[in-house]
């Protein structure tokens, strides 16, 4: 059993910034490749960036590269999501999602599916006006 929190959320300006913040339980965190999605009103679950259990390996969705940045501290069981250069197109609960079978995350091909992953935070807002 995973258990993931987010925090970090907020209203925010176009070309603003926030970091959000992904704080997992379990021994084993290290272990796990993780992911963040989004949601925005109306609109299907998207993948926004991965990061292998290492953080060897990264991911993004192309409307996010070179502004969003994911990052893990395994000794505090946390992935992070830094997020610059905000636009109002960003506004969407955001997800951080994890799987303990490491081998249904491995390529691209699973690590950007949101059906790969079993296990999901309860979401944070973000909000970017314009």
């Known amino acids: 059993q995973v258990l993931l929190v987010e925090s970090g959320g907020g209203l925010v300006q176009a070309g603003g910034s926030l970091r959000l913040s992904c704080a997992a339980s379990g021994r084993t965190f290290s272990s796990y490749a993780m992911g963040w999605f989004r949601q925005a009103p109306g609109k299907e679950r998207e993948f926004v960036a991965f990061?292998?259990?290492?953080?060897?390996?990264?991911y993004y969705a192309d409307s996010v590269k070179g502004r969003f940045a994911i990052s893990r501290d395994n000794g505090k069981n946390t992935v992070y999501l830094q997020m610059d250069s905000l636009n109002p197109e960003d506004t969407a609960v955001y997800y951080c999602a994890t799987d303990t079978r490491a081998y249904i995350l491995r390529g691209t091909i699973g690590a950007t599916s949101a059906a790969s992953y079993g296990y999901w935070g309860q979401g944070t807002q973000v909000t970017v006006s314009s």
């Open positions: 990061i292998s259990w290492s953080g060897g390996d990264t």
